[in-house]
Nanobody, 128 residues
Framework: QVQLVESGGGLVQAGGSLRLSCAAS????????MGWFRQAPGKEREFVAA????????AYADSVKGRFTISRNNAKNTVYLQMNSLKPEDAAVYYC?????????????????????WGQGTQVTVSS
């Protein structure tokens, strides 16, 4: 069993930055691919970013490419999402997820069905 806890959400003005963190416990962290998803009110959950087990490969949704960066520190059992140049349309609940099916190319992890564990989410609000 893996437990995931997100933190770092909050209120930021458009153009500002936030860094989200996701701390994992319960199983060896460095065996999992990790991802970030988000869900705004009235919309379906959408893929944001993914990173492979070692941190050597990443993938991003087109809507955040060039603004967001996913990274991980396996020694700290933590994955991060650095969000820069935030826009009002980025406002959502952001969810961290872990996949035990880690022998895939990172583009495969856009599919939420590949993830086995999910955090509770952290709210990101962007004001204009």
């Amino acid at each position: 069993q893996v437990q995931l806890v997100e933190s770092g959400g909050g209120l930021v003005q458009a153009g500002g930055s936030l860094r989200l963190s996701c701390a994992a416990s319960g199983r060896p962290f460095n065996t999992y691919a990790m991802g970030w998803f988000r869900q705004a009110p009235g919309k379906e959950r959408e893929f944001v970013a993914a990173i492979n087990w070692s941190g050597g490969s990443t993938a991003y949704a087109d809507s955040v490419k060039g603004r967001f960066t996913i990274s991980r520190n396996n020694a700290k059992n933590t994955v991060y999402l650095q969000m820069n140049s935030l826009k009002p349309e980025d406002a959502a609940v952001y969810y961290c997820a872990a996949s035990t099916r880690n022998r895939r190319t990172v583009v495969s992890y856009v599919n939420s069905g590949l993830y086995d564990y999910w955090g509770q989410g952290t709210q990101v609000t962007v004001s204009s």
